[in-house]
Nanobody, 119 residues
């Protein structure tokens, strides 16, 4: 089992910045991909950004150039630096990882952290 604990959400004015962190703990041999998703009220959960264990990144179009995903493999932690925030970035942000050992890998979700951007 893997537990993901997110931190860093909050209320910020448009144009401001926030940094989200997500630490993984539990029983696993390795973590492959890690990432962030978000879900705004009345909308489906959507991809924000992902990063592989080798550091390759992928971003959703709306956040390209504003958000940066990174990870510290030694700490099993993934970060999301969010700059130039817009009201439309308001959502619950969920951490995700794909982890396990041997032939047993699966996805895990954090509980979510609220990000609110005021105009």
């Amino acid at each position: 089992q893997v537990q993901l604990v997110e931190s860093g959400g909050g209320l910020v004015q448009a144009g401001g910045s926030l940094r989200l962190s997500c630490a993984a703990s539990g029983s696993f041999f390795s973590i492959n991909a890690m990432g962030w998703y978000r879900q705004a009220p009345g909308k489906q959960r959507e991809l924000v950004a992902t990063i592989t264990s080798g550091g390759s990144t992928n971003y959703a179009e709306p956040v390209k150039g504003r958000f940066t995903i990174s990870r510290d493999n030694a700490k099993n932690t993934v970060y999301l630096q969010m700059n130039s925030l817009k009201p439309e970035d308001t959502a619950v942000y969920y951490c995700y990882c794909y982890a396990g050992s041997g032939n047993h890998y699966r996805g895990y979700w954090g509980q979510g952290t609220q990000v609110t951007v005021s105009s």
